[in-house]
Each structure stands twice: as structure tokens, then as C-alpha cells.
């Protein structure tokens, strides 16, 4: 679509009751981001209430006709996604604006490849709207979906404002507060993380993640209603205030959902399918948050275990049936799921595929611990052009589930008491290491061979062991970032440094040459709120992991001042931390470990003229030798020297300037 145009969704899809509209862009220096919001407006063109904005700090409508999905990788970036069930949008809203914001002076104009696009509920994509000519401004209008005629119009609209998300969010009539940050982080830290909070134990990883405020034990808070603050809220993880009245700790609580006594893979198989949609039904706010991004409707929810659906002279079990309805109307998945290192297998997935066509279900859901990845099918089905319905073919990891139910339970939120404690048990039986509910676990079978290659320099470019090793190294950054983001309650995401288009095998067989060449994996993380990005390098051929962070050097002030700064920062910071100056025009220059440079900082200074322009903190440890996830393997090495690095580096340096309400006098539509 160009600029202005307009088209009916009824036009391009039979099932466009409920829309997936997906924002993206991409940065060439792998820092660029931005937050979406969606507006509800009346035929006077503003909210409302307060309560028809939704953006970070309101991510769901209570009926569920609008929730922030959140940002997912793809193969260019990431994509921030948005559900509409537009089939219980209110019928006095009469528009749905779709807008994102940027902080920090960040413009929308240093981002590259704005995009958004639309797909129905089966996963189409319906129509695509690029933006190529934004500039200074600060929050974005995409494009709107309004009501003509009973039916439902996608408009593209590419303008926007240089105020920011609260001077367009003033513009749609919604009264922002203008609360300092120092006011905002003050009263997170005594306000409930939600509007009921249960006593949660803190968490077992080792983030060190910091709690100022331990929450009332179950108590039930109501939270007084404030105008919307378009600062983000801080993050603030409760804590167990009583002590166990366990006499010594070989005594464990019990459990609602037991994992111990699980003695096969099948056992595995359907207790972990049964606990889990038996929480999804139970508990809405986390059962709409799984199902909204496969196209389901908002409506009432129930789930059924070992059906059986006739198929040929045998009658099929799929694991699991979740059924929605709304309105009369019935969407309808049926879930194949697999625990430990059991692989889906192609003829039983399309069993269910054929099965779900015949009898006019909806979707096919996938649940492993596998991690899906662009342009690399976990199984490979083949769909009957001919048949007027359409299946979708979805994919779930068990890390994603574990993520969503930490991003409720620990940071922002669930209904009552009861629900909050369902989540917790969840999450518990999830990370059990009986449940074979792990995640991604095993590095494939050319890891070995790969390491072996590079170890004795045979492996040559072209390789296709490389390409499977890079595959296996996505799917566990990916993985990192989901455990890492839920841990924190902050979004974290893999960065890709390529221009839309570009194709993810090409991309990959580069990588995969460049293993060859040098014996190295990299990649890079953003963690929202953090001042620079993280980068991982494993070193196959030393056998070490390299965690770093790259930070950007002050813009007013002494050299030998912001030295000694940062020393003192990192006070809490391991001895062995390697710290190396930034020069420009330097590929490298004065460095030494925290231990060495304590005594005398102003050796991290350049000796002649030459401008610093920044500083990068690095960490070196030894990593696993087997592909797995056990106490000696890789993965669990990598797992390891990310938290490390996080909290023991990165938790001490100054976080970015918080995010301030623009100038209340909002600035008109860039035309």
C-alpha cells in the first residue's frame, strides 16, 4: 500500500475477525527500537477513557479485544505485534489507531525498513505498508483500522509527531501524567508489583536481579486509578517475607502439579500437556497471552486432553484440544506436544493438519523444546490447495511458555490471588528437572564433528555441519533472551545487523563460513534499559566465552573524570574484568583488568590526543565440552556466563537517562 490508500479487510481474507498488525523496522547499528501503542477512538476521533490507550505499561484489554503480543525475532530484526479480535471491539469505537514511540531523542528517521503489515487469523499476511520517509519525529502514526459500513478498513497514514508518545497520546484526548522519574521509581518501589500479589519465592537462576520492597503476604491490593504515564514502570521483583517452618531442608513443600514420580517420556508427554492447558483455562490473562498470537478470539476458553478424531481405519490422539468460544462462534486447535529431546515427526503433524481441514478447526499447535526459526520448518506438511479452509500450522517452545508465565507472575500481573499462585505452581513444575520441560537442550549432532573440524582445521567452507551448528546457536540466543527477559521483566532480544530482504539461508551459510575461517560464534543481545549492547563470542578453537558490553563515553566532562567514574562503578565488579578504551580511528587501544587499572585508572587513558569514544567491559570463561545442557556443557556455559556477566557487570553501570514526558503542547501531524 502507498501513503493515504485504503482497502477492506472482508476484501482480502473470509477470516479477518481477528488480525495480527505487526510493526518492524531494522538499525544498522543494532540498537534502534521502538514501543507500539494502540488507541480506541469514538466518532469524535478521541479515547474514551484512559483505558482505550494501550501501550507498555497497558499492554491488554480486559476483554481481551486488544493485547500487545511483544516483540518476537525474525530474520531482520524483530517484530512488535499487536492482537485484535475485532469482533468484540466496542461498537462505539469507531477507529483503532496504530502508533509507536521512540525515547532518549531517538528519531524514527535512523531507523531503516518501517514497515506494517497485517495478517488474518490464520497467520496470511493480508497487506503491507513500508514508510520510507520519516525524520525527526518521535512517535509514529502507521496506519488505522475504522469502521465503514459494518465493515472493517485498514487506512495507511506514515505521519507523525516530534512530542513524543505523550504528545500524541494528549492529541487522542487521554490526560498523561507528568510524573518525574525519581517520583515514578519512588512509588514502584512501595506499590504491589500487581493488583493481587501472592507470596512468590524468589528466583532460582542466578540473575542477581535487585528487590527494594518485599509485597503483604497474599494480600489483595486494590490499585487506585492513575492517569496513564508514558515513563516505563520499574520493575520491582517481590520477596518471600517468612521464613520456612521446614525443621531442616530435606523437607519440600508439596506440590500441585508433582514432577518427581514421572518415570517415561509419555508420562512426561501428558502430565506437562495436561498442567499446562488446565492453567490456561483456568488462569485468562495467561491463557489469552499464548493463544491471541494463533489468531484465537477473545471468549471462553476450555481444553481437553486425549481426544479421539477419527482418521482413516485408526481413530488419532492428539495430545491436546483448546477450544474458544465467542459469540456462538467456535475456534478450534489441536495440539501436538513433545518433552525432553523428542523431535516432532512430520507424518503425525500432518495427520492432525488433514484431521483439523476435514472438520473446519482452525490451527494445529506444536509445543517442543525446540525453538523455531525463520525459513527452517520444524516439520515439513503439505496442505491441499483445493481445500477452501485453510489450517494454520503454529509453533510453541516450552521457553516461551515458561517466559509468559514469569513476565505474569513475577512483573506485571494477574487478576486475583488465586491465579497468581496457579502461574507460580506452573512455573515451578516447568523448571523442574523431571518435567522434560527445559527448552532448547542439545547442540545436534554436527556439534561434535564441527568442534572436531575446527580443532584439527579440516572443516572447510560449505560445510553443512556449519550451518546446522549456527541454526543450533540461534535457537539458544533466542532461548537466553526469552529466559533472560523473563527473569527480568524487561524486553530482551537477539540483534541482527541486516536490511529487510535479506534471505535467512544466504545469511546463515555466511555465518557458517565464517565458523569455518575463524572458530567463532557471535551474537549480540539488547536488553531493554541497558546501556550498551551485550555481545557473546565463543572461541571454539580456546575453548572460552567471551561475554562484553560496549559503552558509549560521556559527552561532556575530563577524560581521566570518566575513568575514575567508571572504576568506581564497577567497585562490586569481578577483579578479572578486562577493560579496553575506544579511540576514534583505533581498532583497539589501552586496556587491563579491573584489578590492575583500580590503583591507577589513568592508564586507561591514550597517551597522545587521540578522542575516546567509549569503553568495552569484557569477561572470559571456559566453556562446556558437550553438546547438551548438563553441568559440563555448552549450553548450560553459556547460560552461565550471561548471568554472570549481567549481574555481576552491567547491574553496576549507569542505565540511560529515564525517559521524560515530551513538551504538553503537542505537535501537529507531519504531513
Known amino acids: 500500500m502507498v501513503k493515504g490508500a485504503n482497502i477492506g479487510l472482508a476484501a482480502l481474507s473470509e477470516d479477518s475477525a481477528s488480525v495480527v498488525v505487526s510493526l518492524s523496522w531494522s538499525s544498522a547499528a543494532g540498537d534502534g527500537d521502538a514501543d507500539v501503542s494502540v488507541l480506541l477512538l469514538d466518532a469524535e476521533g478521541k479515547v474514551r477513557s484512559d483505558a482505550d490507550f494501550f501501550y507498555y505499561n497497558n499492554p491488554a484489554a480486559a476483554d481481551g479485544s486488544v493485547q500487545l503480543l511483544g516483540k518476537t525475532p525474525t530474520d531482520n530484526g524483530s517484530e512488535d505485534r499487536i492482537s485484535l479480535d475485532l469482533a468484540a471491539i466496542p461498537p462505539a ?11 532518549g531523542g531517538a528519531r524514527f528517521g535512523d531507523l531503516d525498513d518501517l514497515r506494517v503489515a497485517i495478517a488474518d487469523r490464520g497467520g496470511e499476511r493480508l497487506l503491507g505498508f513500508p514508510i520510507s520517509d520519516a525524520g525527526p519525529e518521535t512517535a509514529f502514526l502507521f496506519g488505522e483500522l475504522y469502521r465503514r459500513a459494518g465493515e472493517w478498513k485498514f487506512r495507511a497514514i506514515g505521519q507523525g509527531y516530534e512530542s513524543g508518545l505523550a504528545g500524541l497520546a494528549t492529541d487522542f484526548g487521554i490526560d498523561v501524567d507528568d510524573d518525574s522519574s525519581e517520583e515514578l521509581e519512588a512509588e514502584a518501589a512501595a506499590e504491589p508489583i500487581a493488583a493481587s500479589t501472592v507470596e512468590v519465592p524468589p528466583t532460582e537462576s542466578p540473575v542477581a536481579v535487585p528487590a527494594e520492597a518485599a509485597p503483604p503476604e497474599a494480600a489483595v491490593a486494590a490499585t487506585p486509578a492513575r492517569r496513564p504515564r508514558t515513563a516505563k514502570k520499574k520493575v520491582v521483583l517481590p520477596r518471600t517475607a517468612r521464613k520456612s517452618l521446614a525443621e531442616n531442608d530435606a523437607w519440600r513443600q508439596a506440590r500441585l ?4 514420580s514421572l518415570k517415561s517420556d509419555r508420562e512426561r508427554e501428558m502430565r506437562a500437556t495436561s498442567v499446562l492447558l488446565s492453567v490456561m483455562a483456568q488462569v485468562p490473562e495467561f491463557g489469552r497471552r499464548l493463544t491471541a498470537a494463533f489468531g484465537a478470539p477473545a471468549g471462553r476458553m476450555e481444553t481437553f486432553t486425549e481426544v479421539s478424531l477419527p482418521h482413516g481405519d485408526a481413530p488419532k490422539r492428539p495430545d491436546a484440544v483448546i477450544r474458544v468460544e465467542r459469540a456462538g462462534k467456535l475456534w478450534t486447535a489441536l495440539v501436538e506436544t513433545k518433552t525432553n529431546g523428542n523431535q516432532l515427526k512430520d507424518s503425525q503433524v500432518q495427520a492432525y493438519m ?38 494454520a500450522l503454529w509453533h510453541l517452545s516450552w521457553a516461551e511458555v515458561a ?3 514469569q513476565m505474569l507472575i513475577r512483573h506485571e500481573g494477574v487478576g486475583n490471588a488465586a491465579h497468581a499462585w496457579l502461574l507460580h505452581e506452573l512455573l515451578h513444575y516447568l523448571q523442574h528437572e523431571n518435567s522434560g520441560c527445559h527448552g532448547f537442550q542439545n547442540m545436534g549432532p554436527s556439534w561434535v564433528p564441527v568442534r572436531n573440524g575446527i580443532d584439527d582445521e579440516t572443516l572447510c567452507q560449505g560445510d553443512r555441519r556449519a550451518v546446522e551448528v549456527v541454526e543450533s546457536w540461534e535457537r539458544l540466543i533466542r532461548q537466553v533472551c526469552l529466559r533472560l527477559g523473563g527473569e527480568l521483566g524487561v524486553k530482551v532480544l537477539p540483534v541482527q545487523r541486516t536490511r529487510r530482504g535479506t534471505d535467512a539461508h544466504a545469511r546463515r551459510a555466511v555465518l557458517a563460513d565464517r565458523l ?12 531493554d534499559g541497558t546501556p ?78 587521540t578522542p575516546i569514544t567509549g569503553f568495552r567491559l569484557s569477561l572470559f570463561k571456559g566453556m562446556g565440552s558437550t553438546r547438551g545442557n548438563t553441568e559440563s556443557g555448552f549450553i548450560r556455559s553459556v547460560d552461565d556466563a550471561v548471568d554472570h556477566f549481567y549481574s555481576r557487570v552491567v547491574t553496576q553501570l549507569e542505565r540511560p537517562p529515564a525517559p521524560r514526558r515530551a513538551a504538553s503542547t503537542p505537535t501537529p501531524l507531519a504531513v
Do not use: M
Not at 502439579?257 to 518427581?260: S, T
Not at 589501552?590 to 586507561?604: F, H, K, V
Open 93 to 103: 469505537v469507531e477507529r483503532i489507531v496504530i502508533a509507536a514511540s521512540r525515547y
Open 257 to 260: 502439579f508433582p514432577a518427581p
Open 403 to 405: 517466559h509468559q508465565a
Open 516 to 527: 569455518c575461517d575463524d572458530g567463532r560464534l557471535h551474537a549480540e543481545l539488547r536488553v
Open 354 to 391: 488433514d484431521i483439523a481441514a476435514r472438520r473446519g478447526y482452525e490451527a494445529v499447535i506444536t509445543l517442543s523444546n525446540d525453538v523455531a526459526l525463520e525459513g527452517r520448518s520444524l516439520v515439513e506438511v503439505k496442505t491441499d490447495g483445493r481445500r477452501k479452509h485453510k489450517v
Open 532 to 609: 550498551g549492547i551485550l555481545a557473546i563470542a565463543a572461541d571454539l578453537r580456546t575453548g572460552r566465552l567471551r561475554t562484553s558490553v560496549e559503552i558509549p563515553a560521556p559527552e561532556q566532562g575530563y577524560p581521566l573524570t570518566w575513568v575514575k567514574r567508571l572504576i568506581r562503578q564497577l567497585a562490586a565488579a569481578p577483579a578479572d574484568l578486562h577493560i579496553e578504551t575506544l579511540g576514534e580511528g583505533q581498532n583497539s587501544g589501552p586496556r587491563g583488568t579491573l584489578e590492575r587499572l583500580r590503583p591507577e585508572p589513568a592508564d586507561l587513558l591514550f597517551k597522545d590526543d
